[in-house]
């Protein structure tokens, strides 16, 4: 046993070059959701949530990396991060001659995953890169669906509880770090679906560019 964790850790020093950790934050922009849809009284689609975020969503986590010795410019290594997703904008919609207005519950994520980053080999200060995010999104803290509409002159209110499922995170971006300080814009993408009665309602997946700050701690 002892000779495996010894060849174990000789592979692991002889494999890895540095150990780096990072410290990041960021601030979703062009955020979109998946839309809820269902046949209207006019038998045709109607989109009775709205794609748009009301509230700009933001993220905090950290992530570890090494150096690989054979490829000195790549770094691999894992990551968790939270994140708030901005609420989802309430939308009017027209049900034949009947109005109405949906807000679909938002949610927040807590992802789980691998993470790349290739530095591109230049002979300067500030270095760039491109980085590349994928793994499992841990969705919570969703709200009610809520909706309100007018049926043969009279207004009913809706009000109800979903769960929202976990599902995949992936994300793909460029970066630049200088004097250890980083700064990174990525597409970034959570995978989800709204269940009622443990039933599929619709997918609800949460797709932005995120613009993060960081620094770089390095061992």
Known sequence: MKKV???LFALSSLAFAQTNFYLKAGIDVFQKYDTLTYEGMSEDLIEVTSDEADSLG????????????SIPNLELGVGITYQDHGDIKAKNFIDGTDLGRATMGSYDSLPF??????????DSDIKPYVKADLGYSFNFNNDNYKEEYTYEGKKYY?????????GMYYG???????????????????????EVGGTKACDLDYSRVTLSFGYKFNF
């Open 5 to 7: 964790l010894f060849g």
């Open 58 to 69: 933001y993220e905090i986590g950290f992530e570890i990396t090494q150096n690989l010795k």
């Open 113 to 122: 995953y691998l993470t790349g980053k290739y530095f591109f080999p230049l």
């Open 158 to 166: 809706e009000n109800f509880g979903i769960n929202v499922t976990n």
């Open 172 to 194: 793909v971006g460029i970066g630049a770090e200088y004097n250890n300080f980083i700064t990174e814009l990525m597409y970034k993408r959570n995978e989800a679906e709204v």
